[in-house]
């Protein structure tokens, strides 16, 4: 069965601290994304990644950044947190070849920057 | 930038009621996919229609596509509590070599009355 797991259900940190958010998946997908949830913004993709050491900025990309050393493992990194960076964070995965692929989720990390 | 807006933003139904959702999006798609959410935990793939596709079903979902008028309708048949939870549509279109970047609504919340 598909799997993509993040590294932390629940994650409080101070501001201007360096915050690691990692994902991994265990599906041989090229595709990892990562996105912020917020109510009545719904999902806003961060960083998209198609491949080992790719990455495409999405829609909110500000304040943030990725790595992906290894197919399976995508992290998102807050530079130095702020408090309006306080949000749920998703991962997901996917296939690259062809068009009509889904995606597929970890659990989310909700993360409080105080 | 949002693409999928979703109708009605919340719904609160009987149990063994019917359910019906809509999504309205701007510019054209290669297909157009439905998630499901639990609180507090991550998304769900229900189903994908392509653009070339009017309608399709899957078990107790049945899910149309009108590409004329931009807009899919999410119909749920016979509720249980159990679907208790917010559903998102999400557009998949070229951007690029990236074409299975997602852009997803606000979503709908249903929750369904024991």
């Known amino acids: 069965d598909v799997k993509v797991t993040q590294s932390s259900r629940y994650l409080v940190k101070r501001t201007g601290e360096k915050v690691f958010l990692e994902c991994v998946q265990d599906m041989d997908h090229e595709n990892m994304f990562w996105y912020r949830q917020d109510p009545g913004l719904g999902l806003r993709l961060i960083y998209f990644s198609y491949d080992v050491k790719m990455k495409e900025k999405g829609d909110i990309p500000e304040g943030y950044s990725v790595s992906r050393e290894k197919k399976e493992r995508f992290s998102l990194i807050l530079e130095s947190a702020s408090t309006n960076q306080t949000s749920m964070y998703l991962c997901?995965?996917?296939?690259?070849?062809?068009?009509?692929?889904?995606?597929?989720f970890g659990d989310g990390t909700r993360l409080s920057i105080l | 930038s949002q693409q999928g807006e979703e109708d009605p933003q919340a719904l609160s139904i009987q149990e063994g009621e019917n359910a019906t959702m809509n999504c309205s999006y701007k510019t054209s798609i290669n297909n157009l996919q439905w998630y499901r959410q639990n609180s507090g935990r991550g998304l769900v793939h229900l189903i994908l229609?392509?653009?070339?596709?009017r309608e399709k079903h899957s078990g107790r979902l049945r899910v149309t596509l009108d590409t004329s008028k931009k807009s899919s309708s999410l119909l749920i048949t016979a509720s249980r509590a159990a679907d208790t939870a917010s559903y998102f549509c999400?557009?998949?279109?070229?951007?690029?070599?990236?074409?299975?970047?997602?852009?997803f609504g606000t979503g709908t919340l249903l929750a369904v009355q024991p």
């Open positions: 229609i392509r653009s070339n596709e």
């Open positions: 999400a557009t998949a279109a070229n951007y690029g070599g990236a074409t299975n970047k997602l852009i």
């Open positions: 997901a995965s996917s296939f690259r070849q062809g068009r009509h692929q889904p995606q597929h």
